[in-house]
């Protein structure tokens, strides 16, 4: 760690050419206010437009402008952790680079980390320019992974935060590939906090987490953290089984004691059906949690960086 640098704020950036300058523009601005040394770390995602020429642009004329260029696309979870992996500040923040966190909070988030507090993250306490389904399914899935994971995820805390080095340094032991970083800052403890804040609407461009990003992000999140739904395979199981045994005493007492029983298809097709599809489920979800076993088990390095600017 440089230790001249007191505060990193790492940026993952993916496509967002139309909103990197005033993001450059707001950060910088949040913290000279601050009147500390700090360094701005923008890692690219393998975007696609302009976004490499813009950074590249920006660590040319800024001296505090890092930029960290990955190889390929690896996903906003890893880009975050290859923008940690370089951030050499005695605390580090990650946020977004669409501004909807505001970089006008990084004042209070540094003095709540002054007064000792390892992790100080960012609670959305109203949502600005977004749908209702998206404000409705956002709350659904926060109270969701709560309910099931087994460690206290703090409600409607996304990867807006601030952390000390010695909480960045405890993540960065931390090699799983499946990653859910604002699970594993949880995880990893020390003293942690939340501070409310508005989320604005996007400063330019489209979202980078349409539905079905966000639904396969939820079930990464869900798995990576709860073994609920081997409990849910199990409990489906057992509840098939009791009603194959259930509909076999009836079949048995109907064909001892009702002479006129007619036999059919229907109800062989329905208990068929029924547990067939239990058992897809159930290997499905086995196969999830074996497919994340075997992903862990080949080692593969979480990113390559093709370049580093300053």
């Known amino acids: 760690m440089n230790a001249e640098i007191e505060l990193s704020v790492v940026i993952p950036v993916y496509n967002e050419e139309e909103v990197l300058p005033e993001c450059h523009k707001r950060v910088k601005a949040a913290l000279e206010a601050l009147e500390l040394a700090y360094e701005i770390v923008f890692v690219n995602d393998g975007s696609s437009d302009s976004s490499v020429e813009i950074l590249?642009?920006?660590?040319?004329?800024?001296?505090?402008?890092?930029?960290?260029?990955?190889?390929?696309?690896?996903?906003?979870?890893?880009?975050?952790?290859?923008?940690?992996?370089?951030?050499?500040?005695?605390?580090?923040?990650?946020?977004?680079?669409?501004?909807?966190?505001?970089?006008?909070?990084?004042?209070?988030?540094?003095?709540?980390?002054?007064?000792?507090?390892?992790?100080?993250?960012?609670?959305?306490?109203?949502?600005?320019?977004?749908?209702?389904?998206?404000?409705?399914?956002?709350?659904?899935?926060?109270?969701?992974?709560?309910?099931?994971?087994?460690?206290?995820?703090p409600l409607d805390a996304g990867d807006f935060r601030l952390m000390s080095r010695r909480a960045v340094d405890a993540l960065r032991q931390i090699e799983e590939r499946h990653r859910f970083v604002r699970g594993l800052v949880t995880w990893i403890g020390f003293r942690q906090t939340g501070i409310d804040y508005v989320r604005e609407p996007r400063g330019a461009g489209v979202t980078k987490y349409p539905l079905r990003k966000m639904l396969i992000f939820a079930f990464d999140a869900i798995v990576s953290f709860s073994s609920a739904p081997l409990r849910v395979a199990t409990a489906l199981g057992l509840f098939s089984?009791?009603?194959?045994?259930?509909?076999?005493?009836?079949?048995?007492?109907?064909?001892?004691?009702?002479?006129?029983?007619?036999?059919?298809?229907?109800?062989?097709?329905?208990?068929?059906?029924?547990?067939?599809?239990?058992?897809?489920?159930?290997?499905?979800?086995?196969?999830?949690?074996l497919g994340r076993i075997y992903n862990e088990a080949k080692a593969r390095p979480l990113y390559f960086v093709d370049e580093v600017l300053q």
Do not use: C
């Open 56 to 153: 590249r642009a920006f660590a040319e004329r800024d001296r505090f402008v890092r930029v960290v260029l990955l190889s390929r696309n690896f996903g906003h979870q890893i880009a975050i952790t290859a923008g940690l992996d370089h951030a050499r500040g005695a605390a580090v923040v990650v946020m977004d680079a669409d501004l909807q966190d505001p970089p006008e909070v990084l004042g209070e988030m540094v003095a709540r980390w002054r007064t000792g507090f390892d992790v100080v993250y960012g609670v959305r306490a109203q949502r600005e320019g977004e749908s209702a389904f998206k404000t409705a399914s956002a709350s659904i899935f926060y109270r969701l992974i709560r309910a099931l994971a087994a460690v206290d995820i």
């Open 241 to 289: 089984s009791l009603a194959a045994f259930g509909y076999g005493a009836y079949a048995v007492s109907a064909k001892l004691f009702n002479d006129r029983v007619v036999s059919g298809w229907t109800s062989t097709v329905i208990v068929v059906a029924f547990l067939g599809g239990v058992q897809l489920l159930s290997l499905g979800i086995i196969g999830e949690y």
